[in-house]
């Protein structure tokens, strides 16, 4: 059985979700045709968006190249989760 995920994994899932719908709002795009753009189906932008689903590495830069803009602007807002100590 899956160990359930920490809570700092599902923060930054969320801050990117949020990320990638203010920048889909920022370029006027609906979810289907962000979805369009970026070849991947609409369900996913939204449980994407949502923070209910992790993309993988490829599909983050399909979405980035859809909305003209580079991993690291999607990305960067995650990192103002705290890391746990050690």
């Known amino acids: 059985m899956a160990r359930p995920r920490p809570n700092r994994v599902r923060e930054r899932r969320a801050i990117f979700g949020e990320a990638v719908r203010d920048r889909r709002i920022a370029e006027g795009l609906t979810q289907e045709a962000l979805a369009e753009r970026a070849g991947i189906d609409r369900k996913s932008i939204s449980r ?20 003209r803009v580079s991993v690291t602007d999607l990305i960067g807002a995650t990192g103002s989760v705290e890391p746990p100590e050690r």
């Open 48 to 67: 994407i968006e949502n923070g209910a689903f992790s993309p993988s590495l490829d599909r983050i830069w399909l979405i980035a190249d859809a909305l």
